[in-house]
């Protein structure tokens, strides 16, 4: 949503007006509700305007839900939680109760406010959990799954990026020695009267530096392409990103894994809380981001609509888990079996971190064992040998 200043004439006295909406059109309408607008000008950014991480919307579903499983109603709530906290959450609080007063459900006003004070995902829940007639429960649902997307993501990211950082760092020792250090050491009148004294030694150390780097960048280029095809060629090219990926052994699971997971665990999410299976396919295609597993969705939804089993139309799972949804015969043992698959897509994506991270941070330590190696060879070495020999 845009935000929008607005100067009204109420009675003669002329006060500012934060609107919220979607066009201009509707922040004049809305500001026209209030008195004679004078002004309407877009807003600008503010301290207050600092969205909400991890841990500020899981407590802002979890106290939300808590208040609406007691029967308070959803505007008091927000009304509480907007005059009892700070930053963040009050912020969002309050803006969710302007649109809840103006008739907006919960759900929709998530949407209005969107990321990244919301994701899809949350939106998602939150909205079929009140088709389903249980929103106390559906933010209960939306915290929780916020919460094992937030630990995937911390655990993931620590190991994966400290060896990848640590490759980067060794290149950047070899550049350095390379480029830099050793010329800077080797190349003057003074060294070069040594030259037969240690030739040797800087040419093999130099061979050596030559041979690792070459090593180097073909490890550092396999990286770059990954994260390539699976960051910007997931956004041009979605579908044939990941049919690339699958091909890829381990990198595969560690890419789609996740999101194999975060998908199937919504999708049950959605069965669970009572919402029709063609209305949950419909969300979570919608919620999903594009790729494999989105086309997926929108096939099984398209096979509910004619009556064909749903989950033989998704391609991208593995025959057997096609065979345990096929095989559910309730609305429960689907949300059962879907749970399970989605954990399994979890469990294996934290199998292959387990082997990932060990790896990358093995060769990073190599190479910069390596890069230290170079530099002792290129610059300090020649030096002591000189010293050792006695010459002058």
């Given at each position: ?115 990244p004070n919301f994701t899809p995902q ?73 030259t037969d004294t240690i030739g040797e ?114 391609k991208g799972l593995h025959p057997t ?72």
């Open positions: 949503m845009k935000r929008f200043v607005a100067r009204i004439n109420i009675r003669g006295k002329l006060i500012k007006k934060v609107i919220e909406a979607d066009s201009r059109d509707e922040a004049m309408k809305l500001a026209r509700g209030h008195g004679k607008v004078v002004s309407l000008v877009r807003g600008g950014f503010s301290f207050f305007d600092i969205p909400m991480d991890n841990a500020d919307r899981q407590i802002f579903l979890q106290r939300l839900a808590a208040m609406l499983a007691s029967k308070v109603g959803t505007g008091e709530a927000l009304s509480i939680m907007e005059n009892t906290f700070t930053g963040p959450i009050k912020n969002v609080s309050g803006r969710m109760l302007k649109l809840i007063e103006t008739g907006h459900s919960i759900g929709l006003a998530m949407e209005k406010i969107g990321a949350i939106i998602a829940l939150v909205s079929a959990g009140e088709k389903g007639g249980d929103t106390a429960r559906a933010l209960r649902n939306a915290a929780d799954f916020e919460m094992e997307m937030s630990q995937i993501k911390r655990g993931a990211g620590f190991a994966i990026w400290s060896g990848i950082g640590g490759i980067f760092a060794a290149l950047g020792l070899f550049l350095g020695t390379k480029y830099y250090f050793a010329p800077l050491t080797l190349d003057n009148d003074f060294m070069k009267k040594f030694t800087v040419d093999a150390f130099m061979l050596m530096t030559d041979i690792s780097m070459g090593l180097l960048y073909l490890v550092i280029s396999f990286i770059i392409v990954i994260m390539l095809v699976s960051s910007l060629g997931r956004l041009v090219m979605p579908t044939s990103a990941d049919k690339f990926i699958t091909k890829i052994p381990i990198i595969k699971d560690l890419v789609l894994a996740r999101n194999n997971y975060t998908a199937l665990y919504g999708l049950s999410m959605l069965v669970n809380s009572g919402v029709s299976m063609e209305q949950a396919l419909a969300i979570s295609a919608k919620a999903t981001k594009k790729g494999q597993i989105q086309d997926d969705f929108i096939n099984a939804h398209k096979a509910v609509r004619t009556g064909n089993p749903w989950a033989m139309a998704m888990d096609k065979a345990a949804l096929s095989t559910s015969e309730d609305r429960t043992q689907i949300a059962k079996s879907l749970n399970a698959i989605a954990e399994q897509y979890k469990s294996i994506f934290a199998s292959r971190i387990a082997i990932t991270a060990p790896i990358l941070q093995g060769l990073a330590g190599i190479f910069l064992l390596l890069s230290g190696a170079s530099m002792f060879g290129l610059t300090i070495l020649p030096m002591l040998k000189i010293s050792a020999s006695g010459l002058s």
